[in-house]
C-alpha cells in the first residue's frame, strides 16, 4: 500500500481462486446451506482433529446455540471473564442463564484461573473462557476446574482459529469450542463461524436448532435426491451458514497456517520496533507466546507517558497519517448499561480488565501486510508521540 492510501487495522485475504468459486457457485444455482457448507465442514474437522463440526452464521450464533444445548434454567450461572465482547455475555442471557463476570490476568487479558473457583456456587453449570487476541487461556487449570466440580467448558475461540495449546490445536480436545469467521478474522466466510464439540448429543441438538428445528436441511429436501417431508422437533433458529460463505472457507482454510505465520512475523516487527518505548506496554514476546495465532496485535498506550490520551492518538494516526487503529475494546461489558443494571455491576469490580479497557488498541496487523506498511506504521507513531 502506498503511503497516501488507508491502512486499515485489517483487512481478509481473499484469493483470485476462491474468488471464481464464488461465482461458481452463484452460477451453480444452488447458494444456500448445501454440499460445499458440508464439505467446508469436513474441513475444519480434518484441521481441527474434531468429531463433530457444525458452521453456523456466526461465532455469536455457535455460542447461543451452545448455550441452548446446556439447557440452562432460570439462576443457572456461566462463569465469564471480564475483558471479552459483550456477545459472549449476551448469548448465555438469550439462553436463559446468568454470567457472573470475574478478573483477568493484567499480561494475557484472559480470565484469570485463580480467581474462578471463588466464584463457582451450587448454580455454577459452565465456564466460558475467551482466547482473547488468539492467545489461549490457561485450561490445564480450568478444565481441573471443570472436572472438580462436574462443569461444562464451552470455548470462546472466536479469535483462535489456529491457536495452539501445549502443541494441541484449540478445537482438538476439551469439550466444546466455537469460532468466528468474521471478516477481521485469521480466515473469514466473510460472516459465519462454527461450533467444534465432542459431545454428540450437543451436535445433534446444534444440527438441528440451526435451521427452524427441522430434522433435515434444505439441500435433504429440495435436491434431487431429497425429500419434501419434514419434522420440526424444536422452535429452532436461521443460524445455517451458506455455500457462497463455505466456498472463502474451503479456500481460506489451508492458508491458515500461512496467515498465521505471517501475522507472528509482523509481531515480532512490533515487539523489536517498540519494546524500548515507556509509552506502550506490549503483549508477551512473540517468540515466547507458543500457539499464539496473533489475531490481533494488541498493546497498552500508557498515556501518562505518551502525553495524550488513546483517542488522541487513535484520531491523530488516523487523520494525520491515514492509519487505522481498532480497540478490542474499551468497554468491559459489565460497565455496559444492561449489565449495571441487571446484574449490579459497577466500575471498579474488575480493576484488570478496566485497566485493560481504558488502554487497549489494535495496531494493524494482517498477512497481505508488507514490511514497508509496518515501517510506515512505526514512523507514524513516531511522528505522534514526538519520538
Same mark, same amino acid.
Given at each position: ?5 488507508? &491502512? ?39 484441521? &481441527? ?12 450464533? @455457535?455460542?447461543?446455540?451452545?448455550? &441452548? @444445548?446446556?439447557?440452562? !434454567?432460570? @439462576? ?12 459472549? %455475555? ?44 488468539? %492467545? ?13 466440580? !462436574? ?155 505518551? @502525553? ?56 494493524? %496487523?494482517?498477512? %497481505? ?19
Amino acid at each position: 500500500m502506498k503511503d497516501n492510501t488507508f &491502512l486499515p487495522f485489517s483487512r481478509p485475504t481473499i484469493s483470485d481462486a476462491a474468488i471464481q468459486e464464488v461465482i461458481d457457485c452463484l452460477k451453480s444455482g444452488w447458494i444456500t446451506t448445501g454440499p460445499r457448507t458440508k464439505k467446508f465442514e469436513e474441513c475444519l474437522k480434518g484441521y &481441527l482433529q474434531a468429531p463433530q463440526v457444525l458452521a453456523v452464521t456466526s461465532g455469536t450464533a @455457535g455460542l447461543h446455540l451452545a448455550m &441452548l @444445548g446446556l439447557n440452562l !434454567h432460570p @439462576g443457572d450461572e456461566v462463569i465469564v471473564p471480564a475483558m471479552t465482547f459483550v456477545g459472549t %455475555l449476551n448469548t448465555i442471557v438469550q439462553a436463559g442463564g446468568k454470567p457472573i463476570v470475574v478478573d483477568v490476568d493484567i499480561n494475557t487479558y484472559n480470565i484469570d484461573p485463580g480467581k474462578i473457583e471463588k466464584a463457582i456456587t451450587p448454580k455454577t453449570r459452565a465456564i466460558m473462557p475467551v482466547h482473547l487476541t488468539g %492467545l489461549s487461556a490457561d485450561l490445564d487449570s480450568i478444565y481441573k476446574l471443570a472436572e472438580k466440580y !462436574h462443569l461444562r467448558v464451552i470455548e470462546d475461540a472466536a479469535q483462535a482459529i489456529g491457536t495452539r495449546y501445549q502443541g494441541k490445536r484449540i478445537g482438538s480436545f476439551g469439550d466444546t469450542q466455537i469460532f468466528s469467521f468474521h471478516p477481521n478474522k485469521n480466515i473469514t466466510t466473510g460472516e459465519g463461524g462454527c461450533v467444534a464439540t465432542r459431545d454428540e448429543a450437543l451436535a445433534k441438538s446444534i444440527s438441528c436448532m440451526r435451521f427452524h428445528g427441522i430434522d433435515r436441511d434444505a439441500f435433504s429436501r429440495f435436491s434431487k435426491e431429497g425429500s419434501y417431508h419434514y419434522d420440526v422437533i424444536a422452535p429452532g433458529f436461521k443460524y445455517n451458514m451458506l455455500d457462497i460463505q463455505a466456498v472463502l472457507g474451503i479456500h481460506q482454510l489451508p492458508e491458515l497456517e500461512n496467515f498465521n505465520a505471517r501475522r507472528k512475523q509482523l509481531a515480532q516487527k512490533y515487539y523489536n520496533s517498540l519494546s524500548d518505548w515507556p509509552e506502550w506496554t506490549l503483549p508477551l514476546n512473540p517468540e515466547l507466546s507458543e500457539g499464539h495465532a496473533w489475531h490481533l496485535y494488541a498493546p497498552l498506550l500508557n498515556p501518562e507517558k505518551a @502525553g495524550m490520551s488513546r483517542d488522541d492518538f487513535i484520531n491523530r494516526m488516523k487523520h494525520e497519517h491515514n492509519i487505522g487503529i481498532g480497540v478490542h475494546y474499551s468497554t468491559p461489558p459489565h460497565l455496559f448499561t444492561y449489565y449495571r443494571d441487571t446484574y449490579g455491576y459497577k466500575p471498579g469490580d474488575f480493576p484488570h480488565a478496566e485497566k485493560i479497557g481504558e488502554r487497549i488498541m489494535s495496531l494493524p %496487523l494482517f498477512p %497481505l501486510m508488507t514490511d514497508e506498511d509496518h515501517d510506515r506504521v512505526i514512523a507514524a507513531m513516531k511522528a505522534v508521540l514526538r519520538k
